[in-house]
């Protein structure tokens, strides 16, 4: 199997370097391919980075922060009514959008262990006992697809501004920032504390999402205001499209390959 390295400080989810992402909780695994070469070796390549430990976006549980411990670092206790399928050590469970590893776990109750990267770039580190938190589990080879690509890393926090009623349902607009906003795309993805939701409005710096009444009821978006912090992670195919449009320019470095200077 074609395995990488998950490294603490990278990835959120800060799980011990000697494990591989694809050892983690049965993710999605890529088998063993030469990205370096052929015609398609740049979008292998991206997928291959893609699909390491992966979420869908369709919330499986509400759990309840049970204890909030502050040491060397922050420490989440988080309990659960039971999965079918126990929890495992070393697995990954997206809390709030975050991808987190447990670190020890019962069947009503997890513990994970917070890098101070990711609590400063999450509202991880503002919880309280008794807060309620959106739970999924990676992603496995054969699962469903239900929601779209997300990888439980954080690209900022966003205020929502508006919560508008209509109809049965509501809207959301949440201030995004100009880059998170220049890489989304109407009708396209986001990932708001987790929850998989379509793009239905978008400005310079600001997007927009509705909400059917399943999805507020069955995730923590229900109860949010206008006012509330809320975790955004954008479409990571966008961010891979917007990287390679940006113009490359040319430097001397590429000068020197194309024959140009000596």
Request: glycine share 20%.
């Given at each position: 199997m074609g395995h990488r390295?998950?490294?603490?400080?990278?990835?959120?989810?800060?799980?011990n370097p000697a494990r591989t992402r694809a050892g983690c909780g049965d993710a999605v695994t890529s088998t063993s391919t030469n990205f370096k070469s052929g015609p398609h070796a740049r979008t292998l390549r991206i997928w291959y980075n893609i699909a390491q430990t992966m979420f869908t976006g369709l919330i499986q549980k509400i759990g309840t922060v049970k204890r909030v411990s502050r040491g060397a670092g922050l420490v989440l206790e988080i309990g659960f009514e039971p999965w079918s399928r126990p929890l495992q050590a070393g697995e990954s469970v997206a809390v709030n959008g975050v991808c987190l590893t447990v670190a020890r776990f019962t069947n009503t109750r997890f513990t994970a262990d917070v890098l101070r990267e990711t609590e400063s770039r999450t509202?991880?580190?503002?919880?309280?006992?008794?807060?309620?938190?959106?739970?999924?589990?990676?992603?496995?080879?054969?699962?469903?697809?239900?929601?779209?690509?997300?990888?439980?890393?954080?690209?900022?926090?966003?205020?929502i501004l508006a919560k508008v009623p209509r109809g049965r349902d509501f809207q959301l607009k949440v201030e995004c920032g100009r880059v998170l906003a220049a890489e989304s795309v109407l009708k396209g993805s986001i990932a708001i504390d987790g929850v998989s939701l379509t793009i239905s409005g978008l400005g310079e710096d600001w997007l927009a999402v509705d909400l059917i009444p399943t999805t507020?009821?069955?995730?923590?978006?229900?109860?949010k205001r206008a006012g509330d912090m809320v975790n955004l992670e954008g479409d990571v195919v966008g961010k891979y499209v917007a990287k390679a449009a940006q113009p490359r320019g040319l430097t001397e470095d590429a000068l020197l390959r194309a024959g140009f200077l000596d």
């Open positions: 390295i998950c490294e603490p400080g990278f990835c959120c989810c800060g799980r509202g991880l580190g503002e919880l309280l006992p008794g807060a309620k938190v959106n739970l999924e589990r990676a992603l496995r080879a054969g699962d469903a697809m239900g929601g779209h690509i997300v990888q439980g890393h954080v690209d900022r926090r966003g205020k507020a009821a069955e995730t923590t978006l229900g109860a």
